[in-house]
């Protein structure tokens, strides 16, 4: 589900989960069982990005997920968890292809958008 009516706010406090795979945004929301939580003040980066895998890969407990995160980055979602998100005033960013640490960089500078195909520099890309 692509909305460009929402933006990730750039002052105060904030929490962004990215789903992963290994270095990567993960392809799917329901599949994946790691996540990196960013806390973000200001417009940076507060300490190190906390990485967290889960039991087994669930959507239900990434929809569940509390910690005052109202931001996830992931890549596709069905329309079901994406609506529960929205519906919980959680903004989700979806279909985001790109390595999560410059994903999670744009989202700090509200540069980050649903459906962003960001341009994969990294040398140890097999496709």
Partial sequence: ????????????????LITTQRDFVAQRFDLTAEVVIANVENDRLVGKP??????????????????????????????RHYQFLTWKKIQVIDFVIDDYETALQQAIAGKL??????PLTRSDLSI
């Fill in 50 to 79: 906390r990485a967290i895998i889960m039991d087994r890969p669930s959507a239900e407990d990434l929809c569940n997920m509390e910690e005052n995160i109202r931001h996830r980055v992931c890549g596709g979602i069905e329309d």
């Fill in 1 to 16: 589900m692509l909305s460009d009516d929402l933006e990730i706010p750039t002052e105060g406090e904030m929490k962004i």
């Fill in 113 to 118: 958008h649903p459906g962003d195909l960001l």
